[in-house]
């Protein structure tokens, strides 16, 4: 999975709390992302990093933040957590914003109950 | 506004048979077209892109793509199936100078080769 690794891989939560799911790369892509799979909808953008301390909304970015401190590290979080927002959370990383291939990280089953 | 569809949920094909899993696009501009494939409980993996070039585009696994401009489409192929060629398959669009760069995603086609 070109050096992304996600953690956890699995968690179950409860409605109202924050989570916060973290993505690691060891390749030093300046482009980093968060998508959410959802059956019948593909994957959709929620928030993206084109560097340290630079970050901007997707499309599907509402209950969601996200920071990254360092080059290698993407957090994303769950203010307060809802059914709706249990998906399988991608991160991907991209070394330009162009032409350049998405890598995917192996991916956050997360459950909100 | 970019978008990709692909108008198959499921494909089914005997082992040996050949394949295709269609992908069409709707981009303004020139298409940056990808293919993944993903795996159950797996990442998606990259398996070929289209940029710029030649309309038939070569990937991992025996897999090739023929992007066909006048039909906007970007339909997957394989000469022989596998069985371990079963798998969820996405056709993606990169949206050049928007929200990073990001991958505009069908809906995803179940491809099911049978022995």
């Known amino acids: 999975d070109a050096g992304i690794t996600q953690s956890p891989r699995h968690k179950v939560t409860e409605t109202g709390t924050p989570v916060t799911l973290r993505c690691h790369q060891t390749e030093n892509h300046r482009y980093m992302y968060w998508y959410r799979q959802d059956p019948g909808h593909g994957l959709r953008l929620i928030h993206y990093s084109y560097g340290v301390k630079d970050t901007d909304k997707g499309e599907v970015s509402d209950g969601y933040s996200v920071s990254r401190s360092k080059t290698e590290d993407f957090l994303l979080t769950l203010e307060s957590a809802t059914s709706s927002q249990t998906s399988v959370y991608f991160c991907?990383?991209?070394?330009?914003?162009?032409?350049?291939?998405?890598?995917f990280g192996p991916g956050t089953r997360l459950t909100v109950l | 506004a970019q978008s990709v569809a692909q108008p198959e949920d499921q494909v089914n094909v005997a082992e040996g048979n050949p394949l295709t899993v269609k992908c069409t696009y709707s981009?303004?501009?020139?298409?940056?077209l990808f293919w993944y494939v993903q795996y159950p409980n797996r990442g998606l993996q990259f398996l070929l892109k289209y940029i710029t070039g030649d309309n038939l585009v070569k990937g991992s696994y025996g897999f090739e793509a023929e992007f066909n401009k006048s039909q906007t489409s970007f339909h997957l192929k394989k000469p022989s199936a596998l069985v371990s060629d079963s798998a969820l398959y996405f056709c993606?669009?990169?949206?050049?100078?928007?929200?990073?760069?990001?991958?505009?995603f069908g809906q995803g086609t179940e491809l099911s080769v049978k022995p």
């Open positions: 993606a669009v990169r949206d050049i100078g928007n929200q990073g760069g990001k991958l505009i």
């Open positions: 981009v303004s501009g020139n298409p940056y």
């Open positions: 991907a990383i991209s070394a330009v914003a162009s032409t350049d291939t998405q890598y």
